[in-house]
């Protein structure tokens, strides 16, 4: 779990009409799911919308051993004395924070259940071990995201989740957006981030068995200050790029060619 202030508004650059949809969800108090693939930007674009709404950010990154204690909350033993503690879950409920479930398919279907009252006109959430029911404090907003490549029969959302929320479709952005991301994000100029982003598009239309996930956004910007700190790009684009899409090593050497078309330095 992390909780976020609203300090420096972290760096995200709009691509449609996300930003309308979700001021338009959270003035509604309406629950916001957020899809698109990894790395596309879903999580700095909470953590920016956090930021201009004032609200704090409480994020959970979701897993398969996540229960709904660890949401709602649990008795803990400090000093000799049983304490309630409350889960992140609750605490944003109390405080009237957004809280953002990153990733959470990963989660098992019997602890998302929790978040039915939650997501739905009641805005409640029972805690059954304090007997007790908390109203949400006009403020809270619960975000969930995923990546729908990851969808499978057992990790998807119940469609009584999806039912209850407004969707955000993400996608890597157009070219030129991209570029800039790339080039705020690293100090790289603009030639080196148009480099690595067309390499990412090229890997984005190969269809070859044994790539699961496509070149992000994300693994543009590693590469990008991997080389910033001197590390020719090329073989910061193998470190950061290629080397994690795939362990097969006949799939490795056809991206490696495309590094020596792309990436021409």
């Known amino acids: ?5 609203t300090g420096t508004r972290p760096f995200y650059r709009a691509v ?30 909470v953590e920016a919308m956090a930021h201009d709404l004032g609200r704090p950010l409480i994020t959970v990154s979701c897993h398969d051993d996540l229960t709904t204690a660890d949401l709602v909350g ?27 479930l990153d990733e959470v398919v990963e989660a098992r279907q019997d602890t998302t259940v929790v978040l039915h009252p939650l997501a739905d006109h009641r805005r409640q959430l029972p805690i059954e071990k304090l007997g007790e029911t908390l109203t949400a404090t006009k403020g809270f ?27 955000i479709e993400f996608d890597y952005p157009a070219e030129d957006i991209e570029v800039g991301i790339v080039m705020a994000e690293s100090g790289s100029d603009e030639r080196r981030a148009g480099d690595l982003v067309r390499l990412a598009q090229a890997i984005r239309r190969l269809d070859v068995p044994g790539i699961r996930e496509v070149s992000s956004t994300r693994v543009l910007i590693a590469a990008a200050r991997l080389a910033q700190a001197g590390l020719p790009l090329i073989e910061a684009a193998e470190a950061a790029i290629v080397a994690p899409l795939s362990d097969d090593r006949a799939v490795g050497a056809s991206l490696r060619k495309l590094l020596d078309v792309y990436l021409p330095d």
């Open 1 to 5: 779990m992390s909780i976020s202030d």
């Open 16 to 45: 449609g009409n996300e930003e309308r949809v979700f001021r338009a969800a959270f003035a509604q108090q309406l629950p916001v799911m957020l899809k698109g693939p990894t790395g596309c930007g879903k999580t700095r674009f």
């Open 74 to 100: 649990r008795y803990l033993l400090r000093g000799g004395d049983t304490e309630w503690v409350d889960g992140p879950l609750t605490r944003a409920v109390r405080e009237g924070a957004i809280c953002y």
């Open 141 to 167: 907003c619960l975000v969930v995201s995923y990546n729908p490549g990851y969808q499978s029969v057992l990790k998807d959302l119940k469609d009584s989740t999806r039912q209850r929320m407004v969707a």
